[in-house]
């Protein structure tokens, strides 16, 4: 095991259900600490930016203008193998796959609108925590 950071996304769903408390209870309940936070509205440019990734596939258009239908609550979790957990945490993709107890089972309704974002690679978690933070931002 290794001390990693990984990127995380409260989606605008989430926000707009009120449960950034009970998600960030899942992540440290799940040994991950929050070294990072703040609230944020993203921009059309930011977000096609930071889901550049998928800007071919065709639901990148309603992907974009979910993610700035309202804000979002971007966060660095810090711990042992940080990026694995953190996607064991939030659960599949679409919801209705997600194990029970996972993020995405719990507040999630479809596989548009899925409550969370986590980095999925140790590539990713650098590119994305850098998309957003500032490293005098990181207090571990
Ligand atoms: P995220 O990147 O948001 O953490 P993920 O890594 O589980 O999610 P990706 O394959 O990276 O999934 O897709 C990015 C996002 O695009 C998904 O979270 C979802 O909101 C949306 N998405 C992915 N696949 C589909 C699909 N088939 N139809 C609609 N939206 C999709
Ligand atoms: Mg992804």
Known sequence: MSIEKTLSIIKP?????????QILTKFEGGGLKVVAVKMKQLTQTEAEAFYAEHKERGFFGDLV????????????????????????LMGATDPKKAEAGTIRADFAESIDENAVHGSDSQVAATREIAFFFDTTEIIP
């Open 13 to 21: 769903d989430a926000v707009r259900k009120n449960v950034i408390g």
């Open 65 to 88: 203008r979910f993610m700035i239908s309202g804000p979002v609550v971007v966060s660095v979790l810090m711990g042992d193998d940080a990026i694995l957990k953190n996607r064991q």
